[in-house]
Every structure is written in C-alpha cells, then in structure tokens.
T-cell receptor, first 112, second 114 residues
Framework: GEDVEQSLFLSVREGDSSVINCTYTDSSSTYLYWYKQEPGAGLQLLTYIFSNMDMKQDQRLTVLLNKKDKHLSLRIADTQTGDSAIYFCAEIVLSGTYKYIFGTGTRLKVLA | EPEVTQTPSHQVTQMGQEVILRCVPI?????FYWYRQILGQKVEFLVS????????KSEIFDDQFSVERPDGSNFTLKIRSTKLEDSAMYFC????????????FGNGTRLTVT
C-alpha cells in the first residue's frame, strides 16, 4: 500500500544546512510536496516537485528527487531559528480520486 | 492572503458525546477535506468532499463520522459518539481543483475525549 516514511527528529546549528529525508512507495506519484507546521498552526505548503524533475530550487530551499529509489529530500540552506518546525513530506496518488499521503513529519530543531 | 479557518481551536468532550468541528474553506475552492493527526503519528486522510457529496473516504471514516456543507461557506465534521481514540488534531483543507492542486490547511482543532 501507499506509505511515506520520514525520520522523526533533526537537530542542526543555526547557519548550517538541514537535510530532511523522505521515502515513499507509490511509483505513480505525480507530485511530491513539502509542508511546514509551526507550533499551533496548520500545515503550510513550502514547495513541491513534479515527478519528472530531479531538482527544484526556491531561495534557501532545494528539493531533490530520486525517482528510482523513491527518495525525496529537502535541503534548507543557512538554517535559521525560525525554521524550527515539523516538516511533512507528502505524495499524491491516484486511488479512485487523488489522495495525499503524508509522512509522520520530521521535527527540526535549530540551535542558536 | 485568504486562509482556511477552523473553530474551535481546542475542544474537550466526554466519551459518547457528539462533537461538531467547523471549518470555513477558502471561498473559491471547490474541494474540501478532513485529515487527522493522532499525537506522534501520521497525518491521516479522513474524507474528501466535492459538489455537495463525499468523493472519497478512508477506513477511519466510519458511520460515526459525517460531513456537511450546510450553507455554502461552512464545512463541518461531526462525530456522533466520541471514543477515547478519537482524540487527535483534526485539520480541514481545501483546494481549488482536484488532482495535483496543493491543499490549503487550517490551523486545526485539537479534540480531547475524556
């Protein structure tokens, strides 16, 4: 069945790069998404990548997709304390209708 | 920027009671969703809604759950007889189209069943 896996925690120092990893199982995924959840808030769309792309860059964010290994990563350059949040990877699959499958989320803690 | 709003932010209820969680999706969106997240677990799909009817529901969405769009702006999730295991964060989301349109989420309602 469909599944998305992420590591639960990541801790980095301010100014360093953060890399959050995700693996998914459904090879028919067309888009893959990264959402950010700050404390007490909902899930905010950060960025997404189409499945025929290998990489997408958006300011400090770089998304890498390895479709063969079904591996997605989010790199945050020059990580700031404001980046501390939970980051969710999600894939969209066609199962009757289009459905989002989310991972458990990775809690990123940025140390000053 | 328009946003999805959910009320209340926190709801405490006793087991067996009915609860209604409310959402106001973004006004020009056509697709509406409920997701939930039990503490420390994945964000799970519950139900999608389009054109005034359920388009898909998960195994979690059993007969105890129902959704409604009563007045063209609100989108509600009702749990008829709450169980302890219904305690979770419930997120409403909407999107302008189907397929690959990104979901816009509300801030969630934390439901605590005692």
């Amino acid at each position: 069945g469909e599944d998305v896996e992420q590591s639960l925690f990541l801790s980095v120092r301010e100014g360093d790069s953060s890399v959050i990893n995700c693996t998914y199982t459904d090879s028919s995924s067309t888009y893959l998404y990264w959402y950010k959840q700050e404390p007490g808030a909902g899930l905010q769309l950060l960025t997404y990548i189409f499945s025929n792309m290998d990489m997408k860059q958006d300011q400090r964010l770089t998304v890498l997709l390895n479709k063969k290994d079904k591996h997605l990563s989010l790199r945050i350059a020059d990580t700031q304390t404001g980046d501390s949040a939970i980051y969710f990877c999600a894939e969209i699959v066609l199962s009757g209708t289009y459905k989002y499958i989310f991972g458990t989320g990775t809690r990123l803690k940025v140390l000053a | 920027e328009p946003e999805v709003t959910q009320t209340p932010s926190h709801q405490v209820t006793q087991m067996g009671q009915e609860v209604i969680l409310r959402c106001v999706p973004i006004s020009n969106h056509l697709y509406f969703y409920w997701y939930r997240q039990i503490l420390g677990q994945k964000v799970e799909f519950l139900v999608s809604f389009y054109n005034n009817e359920i388009s898909e529901k998960s195994e979690i969405f059993d007969d105890q759950f129902s959704v409604e769009r009563p007045d063209g702006s609100n989108f509600t999730l009702k749990i008829r007889s709450t169980k302890l295991e219904d305690s979770a964060m419930y997120f409403c989301a909407s999107s302008p189209g189907t397929g690959v349109s990104p979901l816009h989420f509300g801030n969630g309602t934390r439901l605590t069943v005692t």
